[in-house]
């Protein structure tokens, strides 16, 4: 932590890598679910039509 408060430069650099980081997991979060929602979906639909 203190390496990265000397050097002003990398704060930015280190902001970019959080959010990408933060981009990926939602990502990842919402594919999960939605597929989640797919199934469920799906089973639903098959107990309506059957």
């Known amino acids: 932590m203190a390496m990265l408060r000397s ?4 704060p930015i650099a ?13 990502v ?3 594919s999960q679910i939605s ?10 639909s098959g107990d309506i039509l059957a």
């Open 28 to 30: 990842r979060v919402t």
């Open 7 to 10: 050097n002003m430069a990398t």
């Open 35 to 44: 597929r989640h929602f797919a199934i469920g979906f799906v089973r639903l």
């Open 14 to 26: 280190v902001q970019q890598i959080n959010i990408a980081i933060r981009i990926r997991h939602l």
